[in-house]
């Protein structure tokens, strides 16, 4: 994942005293790969003319994928899929096999209990309701989203996805762990589209909601520490995402290591990485996107029907959490990092 100034002083050996890598391989979805390549000043082609093979272990964040990006960027490099959708638009573009290396989930995400407890600030915490109290949700229905306020997480309908459930549970809350701005992506910002919802109290430019809560420590360096974050997993009673797609679904994976159960899109990877361990609301229409590729709108009063039904239901919620832990144990970052020494090692060899 070098920054794009550092890709040809990598390859050429002038970074490292002379040392030049035997094999790269580059963390990108396809966008910042193509601008990578488009950056290196033939670094990448020079490499594999010595014999120094590149591979992109890439996310495919919807179907469709447009032809350009076979001679722009995987006829220089080779792409590794981190799910079996990613695999499939692949191959069905490419025309040839393509390896599949699924994400890892760490092991600080996982359910507390007297057994192994987790911490909080110092303190022991044993179980979810005490993971509550970390908070001062005690007595509360959490409902927890995680991940980058960006266009493809769709966060605009979740807000529409909640409004029956919020007005049906007074209390219920929906907590929401990440930047409320992000300049890169352009998404806005999130406090105007919670100004549009029911209760929504207005003061001047702040807007507060009494079911909805900000966490604001979405920065690893200033906010939660991965126990903490943990123990804010710990304290959800369900995960909600009606992303329009995801190139493995990591927060999704971290959730349910936690016996939180998910409702998130039925698209690209989504699938496959929540199994039993949730629900799995209908697309109901898809569109082009800005990379010509496409992603799907979910069915908002489909997603609702299925949030309500997980609120009501405490057992249901415990059965498909208790499932979806077993499942998501499959992901590894041990296994990971195996498959790809074996698939390094293999090339090399060649």
Same mark, same amino acid.
């Given at each position: 994942?070098?920054?794009?100034?550092?890709?040809?002083?990598?390859?050429?050996?002038?970074?490292?005293?002379?040392?030049?890598?035997?094999?790269?391989?580059?963390?990108?979805?396809?966008?910042?790969?193509?601008?990578?390549?488009?950056?290196?000043?033939?670094?990448?082609?020079?490499?594999?003319?010595?014999?120094?093979?590149?591979?992109?272990?890439?996310?495919?964040?919807?179907?469709?994928?447009?032809?350009?990006?076979?001679?722009?960027?995987?006829?220089?490099?080779?792409?590794?899929?981190?799910?079996?959708?990613?695999?499939?638009?692949?191959?069905?573009?490419?025309?040839?096999?393509?390896?599949?290396?699924?994400?890892?989930?760490?092991?600080?995400?996982?359910?507390?209990?007297?057994?192994?407890?987790?911490?909080?600030?110092?303190?022991?915490?044993?179980?979810?309701?005490?993971?509550?109290?970390?908070?001062?949700?005690?007595?509360?229905?959490?409902?927890?989203?995680?991940?980058?306020?960006?266009?493809?997480?769709?966060?605009?309908?979740?807000?529409? /996805?909640?409004?029956?459930? !919020?007005? +049906?549970?007074?209390? *219920?809350?929906?907590?929401?762990?990440? @930047?409320? =701005?992000?300049?890169?992506?352009?998404?806005?910002?999130?406090?105007?589209?919670?100004?549009?919802?029911?209760?929504?109290?207005?003061?001047?430019?702040?807007?507060?909601?009494?079911?909805?809560?900000?966490?604001?420590?979405?920065?690893?360096?200033?906010?939660?520490?991965?126990?903490?974050?943990?123990?804010?997993?710990?304290?959800?009673?369900?995960?909600?995402?009606?992303?329009?797609?995801?190139?493995?679904?990591?927060?999704?994976?971290?959730?349910?290591?936690?016996?939180?159960?998910?409702?998130?899109?039925?698209?690209?990877?989504?699938?496959?990485? /929540?199994?039993?361990?949730? !629900?799995? +609301?209908?697309?109901? *229409?898809?569109?082009?996107?800005?990379? @010509?590729? =496409?992603?799907?709108?979910?069915?908002?009063?489909?997603?609702?029907?299925?949030?309500?039904?997980?609120?009501?239901?405490?057992?249901?919620?415990?059965?498909?959490?208790?499932?979806?832990?077993?499942?998501?144990?499959?992901?590894?970052?041990?296994?990971?990092?195996?498959?790809?020494?074996?698939?390094?090692?293999?090339?090399?060899?060649?």
């Amino acid at each position: 994942g070098l920054g794009f100034n550092l890709t040809r002083p990598a390859y050429e050996g002038e970074l490292w005293r002379g040392w030049r890598p035997d094999v790269a391989l580059v963390v990108a979805d396809p966008r910042a790969m193509s601008l990578r390549l488009q950056n290196d000043n033939g670094a990448v082609a020079r490499g594999r003319e010595r014999g120094v093979p590149t591979y992109n272990y890439v996310p495919i964040e919807g179907a469709g994928l447009t032809p350009l990006w076979k001679p722009s960027i995987w006829d220089w490099c080779e792409p590794v899929a981190m799910s079996e959708f990613g695999q499939r638009e692949l191959v069905k573009l490419l025309g040839r096999d393509v390896p599949y290396i699924p994400h890892g989930v760490s092991d600080s995400f996982h359910r507390v209990n007297v057994e192994r407890p987790g911490h909080f600030r110092g303190r022991p915490v044993v179980s979810k309701d005490g993971a509550k109290e970390c908070f001062g949700w005690r007595g509360r229905t959490v409902i927890l989203r995680t991940d980058r306020f960006i266009p493809r997480k769709n966060y605009p309908a979740l807000f529409r /996805v909640m409004r029956p459930v !919020l007005a +049906a549970h007074p209390e *219920a809350i929906v907590v929401i762990h990440t @930047a409320i =701005e992000d300049p890169i992506e352009g998404a806005g910002f999130m406090t105007e589209s919670l100004a549009r919802e029911p209760a929504a109290i207005l003061n001047g430019f702040v807007v507060v909601h009494p079911q909805y809560v900000f966490t604001k420590q979405h920065d690893t360096f200033r906010g939660l520490d991965d126990e903490e974050f943990n123990i804010l997993h710990n304290a959800a009673d369900l995960f909600v995402s009606p992303t329009m797609a995801e190139g493995f679904g990591l927060c999704l994976a971290e959730s349910l290591a936690c016996e939180v159960p998910v409702v998130a899109t039925d698209c690209s990877a989504v699938p496959e990485v /929540v199994g039993p361990g949730g !629900l799995l +609301a209908p697309v109901k *229409a898809t569109y082009t996107n800005q990379y @010509a590729h =496409e992603w799907a709108l979910v069915d908002e009063d489909a997603m609702s029907a299925q949030v309500e039904r997980l609120v009501s239901r405490p057992h249901l919620r415990a059965e498909m959490g208790r499932a979806g832990r077993q499942y998501v144990a499959r992901y590894t970052w041990a296994a990971t990092a195996t498959a790809f020494d074996a698939l390094l090692r293999e090339r090399l060899a060649a």
